[in-house]
């Protein structure tokens, strides 16, 4: 069989490729390629920073938990104690605490009424050992 032939104009071609070099230079791929491929790489790499500072978040809440409930054992365990120690106090030793208050009120009160007795005493002591001359210079109290 012998070959074919046709003849084919070559200004459509020449206008082809011309047209398919503007398209390539107007949309370079391969730099827009990269590009894309360092923005998904970038956009990883923060997701996988956010992964490793959730955990890191997640374990400190959860150490704070534990340290908040152990707080709160403590203190509970106080103020029982506390609780038991006031109502003891209270029921037994009010009454003594009371006694013990008027006791010191009765000592503070006669011990009051010693010391005006003696003042009394001391002013007339001074008062009667005095000149009857310096008496009259005396401011008179009223």
Same mark, same amino acid.
């Given at each position: 069989m012998p070959e074919e032939f046709e003849l084919v104009p070559l200004d459509p071609i020449k206008a082809l490729e011309r047209? @398919? =070099?503007r398209l390539e230079q107007s949309i370079? $791929? +391969?730099t827009a390629s990269l590009e894309f491929l =360092? /923005?998904?790489k970038t956009n990883q790499q923060v997701v996988d920073d956010l992964v490793k500072m959730n955990s890191q978040v997640i +374990?400190? /809440?959860l150490s704070l938990t534990d340290a @908040? *409930? *152990?707080l709160v054992s403590k203190l509970n365990d106080f103020m029982s104690k506390f609780e038991i120690a006031t109502s003891e106090v209270s #029921? #037994? $030793?009010l009454g003594e605490l009371e006694r013990e208050q008027a006791r010191i009120r009765n000592e503070y009160e006669e011990l009051s009424q010693r010391l005006a $007795? /003696? =003042?009394k005493r001391i002013n007339a002591m001074l008062l009667a050992k005095m000149p009857v001359s310096s008496m009259r210079k005396l401011p008179v109290k009223k």
């Open positions: 047209r @398919i =070099e370079p $791929k +391969h =360092e /923005l998904v +374990h400190r /809440l @908040i *409930n *152990n #029921e #037994e $030793k $007795k /003696l =003042e």
